[in-house]
């Protein structure tokens, strides 16, 4: 409940102590639609605005002509307009806070409110919120593809419409919510990429740029090694032993070999062993996994590890070490990297302690990293869910019966 002790506590005691007017959405707005016509784009000309960037209107790159903006558009935006989305994540909202001319397609409503009786952010809040992306839902075709919300049935959706002093206090709250949302997420972006760049710096430092020690190609490090080859009719979606292919490394797999094939094969050719650092040899070339000894099998040239001794080279420092190369790829579409351009990398070839070193610094920067990334989203998401809890709450209302 609002404290009825605060600024906006003390309004609604004022002004609204009965409750307030509960409205249709088309009572106190007028409601277009976007052009149904796709229109011809240009490098310039009229800003066209799309559910993709209705947030960041200045950041739309699509444009239409003068001509076809005339003629598409009876109606225009303009000041103090609201963008709302009406086909897919429906019910997102974008307040007009400029005079540049704007165009918009089938897929977004224009609101254009009657200022006298509801503000422009007021309504964007209110759609957004609990209350009105439920009524939103009661008027929706769901078993349309992509779901949708039609033209007329959006000025039938009700809204309080508490006095205009009551509405600009709320706005005047969420928007400072916002705005810390804002500043935290920058803030959280920008020390994750100190961060990394910080990273950067010390895997160049470490393991690049130090000439003092030796040199030794790939090749000398360990053999070129990958598993034997599986045939699609090997394989099944579902099945005993995970088997990865170029494009699920390092993700989920989403075929499987029998237990007699994936015995028999890890006896008889090329197998990993745990710590062995895997490598894409095509297509995103370069993304390192670390085997970790559980059953899986890998396919064949698209997925190599060097057989290495470890009482020269370390898998970790190799896993490092591999972050730095510029892979020299060869092929058409789908890039690859061959073995004889594998073997001839060279790797400076630190004391193992020195190495162990190098990864335990380099551990811990992953560590951090990874820890800022995975808070980043926590901190943001928990602040979202207080701003949209708080947003609710300032806009339940006592609905007024005369």
Same mark, same amino acid.
Request: with cysteine; charged share 30%; proline share 4%.
């Given at each position: 409940?609002?404290?009825?002790?605060?600024?906006?506590?003390?309004?609604?005691?004022?002004?609204?102590?009965?409750?307030?007017?509960?409205?249709?959405?088309?009572?106190?707005?007028?409601?277009?639609?976007?052009?149904?016509?796709?229109?011809?784009?240009?490098?310039?000309?009229?800003?066209?605005?799309?559910?993709?960037?209705?947030?960041?209107?200045?950041?739309?790159?699509?444009?239409?002509?003068?001509?076809?903006?005339?003629?598409?558009?009876?109606?225009?935006?303009?000041?103090?307009?609201?963008?709302?989305?009406?086909?897919?994540?429906?019910?997102?909202?974008?307040?007009?806070?400029?005079?540049?001319?704007?165009?918009?397609?089938?897929?977004?409503?224009?609101?254009?409110?009657?200022?006298?009786?509801?503000?422009?952010?007021?309504?964007?809040?209110?759609?957004?919120?609990?209350?009105?992306?439920?009524?939103?839902? +009661?008027?929706?075709?769901? *078993?349309?593809?992509?779901? #949708? $919300?039609? =033209? %007329? &049935?959006? @000025? /039938?959706?009700?809204?309080?419409?508490?006095?205009?002093?009551?509405?600009?206090?709320?706005?005047?709250?969420?928007?400072?919510?916002?705005?810390?949302?804002?500043?935290?997420?920058?803030?959280?972006?920008?020390?994750?990429?100190?961060?990394?760049?910080?990273?950067?710096?010390?895997?160049? +430092?470490?393991?690049?740029? *130090?000439?003092?020690?030796? #040199? $030794?190609? =790939? %090749? &000398?490090? @360990? /053999?070129?090694?990958?598993?034997?080859?599986?045939?699609?009719?090997?394989?099944?979606?579902?099945?005993?032993?995970?088997?990865?292919?170029?494009?699920?490394?390092?993700?989920?797999?989403?075929?499987?070999?029998?237990?007699?094939?994936?015995?028999?094969?890890?006896?008889?050719?090329?197998?990993?062993?745990?710590?062995?650092?895997?490598?894409?040899?095509?297509?995103?070339? %370069?993304?390192?996994?670390?085997?970790?000894?559980?059953?899986?099998?890998?396919?064949?040239?698209?997925?190599?590890?060097?057989?290495?001794?470890?009482?020269?080279?370390?898998?970790?420092?190799?896993?490092?070490?591999?972050?730095?190369?510029?892979?020299?790829?060869?092929?058409?579409?789908?890039?690859?990297?061959?073995?004889?351009?594998?073997?001839?990398?060279?790797?400076?070839?630190?004391?193992?302690?020195?190495?162990?070193?190098?990864?335990?610094?380099?551990?811990?920067?992953?560590?951090?990293?990874?820890?800022?990334?995975?808070?980043?989203?926590?901190?943001?998401?928990?602040?979202?869910?207080?701003?949209?809890?708080?947003?609710?709450?300032?806009?339940?209302?006592?609905?007024?019966?005369?």
């Amino acid at each position: 409940m609002i404290n009825k002790h605060s600024r906006i506590g003390k309004l609604i005691s004022k002004l609204s102590s009965n409750g307030v007017d509960f409205k249709k959405l088309g009572e106190v707005c007028e409601i277009y639609d976007g052009t149904h016509q796709t229109p011809k784009y240009t490098d310039n000309g009229i800003r066209f605005v799309s559910v993709e960037n209705i947030k960041a209107l200045s950041k739309s790159k699509k444009f239409i002509s003068r001509a076809d903006y005339d003629r598409y558009y009876k109606v225009k935006p303009r000041l103090n307009d609201v963008f709302m989305t009406r086909i897919g994540s429906i019910g997102v909202c974008t307040v007009i806070e400029s005079e540049e001319e704007l165009a918009y397609y089938v897929t977004l409503t224009l609101i254009r409110p009657n200022l006298t009786k509801i503000y422009s952010k007021y309504i964007k809040y209110i759609i957004e919120s609990s209350l009105g992306q439920k009524e939103l839902r +009661k008027r929706t075709l769901v *078993n349309a593809t992509p779901i #949708k $919300i039609n =033209l %007329g &049935e959006i @000025g /039938k959706i009700v809204i309080p419409i508490p006095p205009l002093e009551i509405q600009e206090e709320i706005v005047k709250i969420l928007d400072s919510f916002t705005e810390l949302e804002a500043e935290l997420e920058a803030g959280l972006e920008a020390e994750l990429e100190a961060r990394k760049q910080q990273y950067k710096y010390y895997y160049k +430092k470490l393991l690049k740029a *130090n000439d003092k020690y030796n #040199k $030794i190609t =790939l %090749g &000398e490090v @360990g /053999k070129v090694s990958m598993c034997k080859r599986i045939f699609k009719k090997e394989t099944s979606t579902v099945g005993d032993i995970p088997f990865y292919k170029i494009g699920t490394f390092g993700k989920e797999p989403n075929a499987f070999i029998s237990q007699e094939i994936y015995e028999e094969y890890r006896k008889r050719f090329s197998f990993p062993k745990k710590g062995d650092v895997l490598l894409s040899a095509s297509g995103t070339i %370069g993304r390192r996994v670390i085997y970790n000894g559980q059953p899986a099998y890998f396919q064949d040239s698209n997925i190599i590890w060097i057989d290495n001794d470890e009482s020269k080279v370390l898998n970790k420092f190799l896993y490092y070490f591999y972050a730095t190369v510029e892979w020299k790829t060869e092929g058409g579409a789908i890039q690859r990297i061959y073995n004889n351009n594998i073997k001839k990398i060279k790797i400076p070839v630190p004391p193992l302690e020195e190495q162990r070193r190098i990864v335990l610094i380099l551990d811990k920067f992953s560590v951090l990293v990874n820890n800022i990334s995975i808070s980043l989203p926590a901190e943001l998401n928990a602040h979202r869910q207080q701003y949209e809890y708080y947003r609710n709450k300032l806009l339940t209302f006592k609905e007024y019966v005369g």
